[in-house]
């Protein structure tokens, strides 16, 4: 019928896609290079700062002198013992240790947020945090060495998330449809069932055992403090195949925005791409709580800080949330180690007192342009 | 084309779809019509494979079942009814979305992606929107912009679930004209469920009448807007009438009569 109807003329004349203008010229994607070397600016700052700062109070001079000292090819300096322990054995594996935590925690909580159509979500989401907690409680109620501690919160924490993840994605209906086959919500609800189960042995563990109570909640608290570089090395190969798996899916977290049915109908495998993040950002977070405890924060007030301010693209906020959560952390970690030295301020207690009032200062300002998707 | 046979779509104990078979041959457009309810929304989402059903789906001659969702995606393009529009993503930004079946599952988008989204955004008159963002362009605007995202996946057969349902009566004509233009530009084959009964007819090359999740009437335009045949499906006042160029207008009479 159609091709006969003489009252509808074909309107325009024909052009198809290769007959029109080839320049790539109207589509282009936001660019990540200004936000990443202004992050890259902040984490440098960080990263001078916490080796600067601390309550030895030593001079730049020292500082400098204690770093060269270890160059291949330095001028001869006079460098005290102390001073080149307090660079090389304190400072330096504590910067690099927040540096490693918290651009996990920030890109985890990107990654979550995404991967969840979450705002709300952070790295701790899927029972990383309750899982970790009960590991670390069960080395130290047992009596076992500390070097157990980080072994024993990192298998605690990705059981939690495997265990999570088992449940909250079995028993759906057939058909390879996001929906049918376990969603998003489905997943978060098995996530706050195993926390709070876990969370529970923990708190009966810990009241069985009020001996090691504070040894307990110090580690809850989370710290950057006991930092070496045998810890560096242990976590470093965990995160760095994190970081990398996490940023190679900022393009598809970006399909993602539409919905997982749209997504699905534009050729993404959602269950397979949830699949892959959590396991990404799962071993990542989980080394990182391994080493460091449960800082609180980071992994939701950084990647919002920076939605509000570069832009909600994934392909921008994942990396600039790995070093802008590295540099926040850093920083925080010198206020934690200065603020009442030569006491120490738990640094979950900086991160929230210094994180939440910024963040509200970002969502205000921004809130009128931005969406929080 | 795409073809299937028999598709069954329960949700608990209600049946919304019941053995529902038919075909849309290559450059042929398939209306879907029928009341609220009738299935039409399930009827695509099957084909698309964005439900669970019983039956079988054939597209370009391949068993859909057989087909990842990459390779689906590379064959259906589909235009939700309420497509998620998320507010501060350029148009740019959105069409792109449509190559994600092109490209490699951990790469990004090639020189030649954005060189076919530049050539459909200029096709659909978009080109001066490409920066803007979604949440400052007009129910028209946007509507032919999920339109451009479908065609940047360059399948060769297009799902539209109720393309028109949110754009007054002109832009509704409009939107239908450029879908008819870029299906017999490039060939498409086109299964569209539709509200609107006249535009249905005008449009489609053939009618299938869903009721109640089964096919109560398809063929020619002709046969199926029959006054009598839809009266037992939408209810009595509906009347098929015939214009002097020879169209078919579906109007609904007042049970009542007016006060004039």
Known sequence: MTAATPARPSAQPVVTAAAAPAAAGPVRLRRATRPVLLATVALAIAIVAGVAVGPAGLSPEQVLAALADRLPWHPHLAVSPLNSAIVWQLRLPRVLLGVLVGSMLAGGGAAYQGIFRNPLADPYLLGVAAGGGLGATIVVVSGGSQALLPPAAFAGAAGAVALTYLLGTSGGRGGDSAAARGGTGSILLAGVAIAAMLTAFQTYLQQQHTQTLSVVYSWILGGLSAATWSQIWLVLPYIVVSAIALLAHRRLLDVLRVGETEAASLGVNVARVRLLVVIAATLGVSAAVAVSGLIGFVGIIVPHAIRLTAGPSYRVLLPVSMIGGAAFLVLADVAARTAQAPAEVPIGVITAVAGAPFFLFVLRSRRAQQDLS | ?260
């Open chain 2, 1 to 260: 084309m795409i073809s299937f046979t028999d598709l069954t779509v329960r949700f608990g104990a209600a049946v919304a779809l019941d053995r529902v078979s038919g075909t849309a041959a290559d450059g042929e457009w398939l209306g879907v019509i029928g009341p609220n309810g009738a299935g039409k929304t399930t009827l695509l989402n099957s084909l698309a494979r964005l439900t669970s059903f019983d039956g079988s789906v054939g597209v370009c001659g391949r068993p859909a079942a057989r087909l990842g969702r990459r390779e689906l995606a590379r064959l259906i393009a589909y235009v939700p009814q309420r497509p998620l529009l998320p507010p501060d993503m350029t148009a740019g930004e959105y069409v792109l979305l449509g190559r994600n079946a092109h490209i490699g599952y951990l790469r990004t988008e090639s020189a030649a992606d954005h060189r076919i989204c530049a050539g459909i955004l200029a096709r659909l008159d978009l080109t001066a929107l490409a920066e803007r963002r979604l949440r400052a362009m007009s129910g028209g605007e946007l509507q032919r912009l999920v339109l451009a995202r479908a065609l940047a996946q360059e399948a060769p057969v297009l799902l539209l679930d109720e393309p028109t349902s949110a754009l007054d009566l002109g832009r509704r004509m409009d939107a239908l004209e450029l879908i008819d233009d870029v299906r017999r530009e490039r060939g498409l084959t086109v299964v569209s469920a539709i509200h609107d009964l006249t535009l249905a007819g005008q449009f489609a090359d053939r009618l299938m009448l869903l009721a109640g999740g089964r096919i109560a009437a398809a063929g020619p335009a002709a046969d199926v807007l029959d006054g009598s045949l839809l009266a037992g499906h939408f209810g009595a006042g509906i009347q098929v009438l015939r214009t002097e160029a020879g169209e078919l207008a579906v109007i609904s009479r007042r049970r009542r009569p007016g006060m004039s």
